[in-house]
């Protein structure tokens, strides 16, 4: 079923994601190829066009799929650009109906994340101040943001100076394809971040100038990889162990909100998710640890 026809409607998929999504050209590459498999799995199944598609086409794909070992997450994903590429073609009308309507997504297993206990948040956040400034003020003030507002580290190094309004202690921020929502930073970090733009970023800065909120000794905006290895440094001179991402942070600003009795919406809003059920897994790590409390200090436990 290649033919120039059908690799046009691939094509216009794919356009559409890139224009109307925003999707990344990470995604885009990876539904390019789960598309071109399926189609060359659909010729070999003898199907000569889209409009004969039927669910049973597609069971028999996904069976063929799980034959070759691929897991219940990868399945998800490869059905996800399956069914988004078959509605698109029943909203642009160039197939008169969408044979993805009524089958099931694999249920794919989602691993709870990584969390830091509030004492080694603590310790963490405490670490960049045993650094000379105005780089350890700089990184205070970074690691604090990071954690009073549950950021991504890609949107952390992007902010622009304006992001944060002093007055207001509201964050306005950036996230996947191109959403904007806003976050509240609360006193301690929006004082410190203050204390950077107005003290510390100056000196870093030098003669040069930067619309970025956080910018390197060279005047540039902060990298993702380069914030990465610095937190590292900061999670080993705080004792902890293990290795720490930027997304545990993240992760850890999720939780300690959720056990303090924060409403799960605000936090869906605050995180920027689209979706409630991707929020949702912070509630089951907050039922992991009351199981485990209850566990430890139950008399029959």
Request: hydrophobic share 40%.
């Amino acid at each position: 079923m290649r033919d120039e026809r059908v690799d046009a409607q691939v094509d216009l998929f794919l356009h559409h994601l890139r224009v109307e999504r925003a999707l990344s050209a990470a995604t885009l590459e990876a539904y390019s190829t789960d598309l071109r498999d399926y189609l060359a799995d659909l010729s070999k199944q003898g199907v000569r066009t889209l409009i004969d598609v039927t669910r049973d086409h597609l069971a028999a794909h996904l069976g063929a799929l799980h034959k070759t070992g691929m897991g219940a997450r990868s399945q998800a994903r490869h059905l996800t650009a399956i069914r988004m590429f078959h509605r698109f073609l029943a909203a642009e009308r160039i197939c008169p109906r969408d044979p993805t309507e009524t089958l099931a997504a694999p249920r794919a297993s989602r691993p709870l994340p990584r969390l830091l206990t509030l004492d080694e948040v603590e310790r963490l956040l405490a670490a960049p101040r045993a650094e000379p400034p105005p780089l350890g003020s700089r990184d205070t003030a970074m690691l604090e943001l990071l954690y009073a507002t549950g950021l991504r580290v890609s949107e952390l190094v992007k902010l622009p100076l304006a992001a944060l309004d002093l007055t207001t202690g509201i964050l306005r921020v950036r996230g996947k394809g191109g959403k904007e929502r806003l976050v509240p930073v609360h006193e301690g970090a929006r004082r410190l971040v203050g204390d950077y733009i107005q003290t510390i970023r100056p000196g870093v800065l030098g003669k040069r100038t930067s619309a970025d909120l956080f910018v390197t000794s060279r005047g540039r905006k902060m990298t993702r990889q380069s914030f990465w290895e610095r937190l590292g440094r900061y999670a080993r001179m705080a004792g902890i162990a293990r290795a720490v991402s930027p997304h545990q942070l993240r992760h850890s600003f999720a939780t300690h909100l959720l056990e303090r009795g924060a409403d799960l919406r605000a936090v869906q809003t605050m995180l920027g998710h689209a979706d409630l059920s991707t929020t949702q897994i912070y509630t089951h790590v907050d039922t992991s640890r009351l199981r485990a409390v209850h566990a430890k200090a139950h008399p029959r436990g």
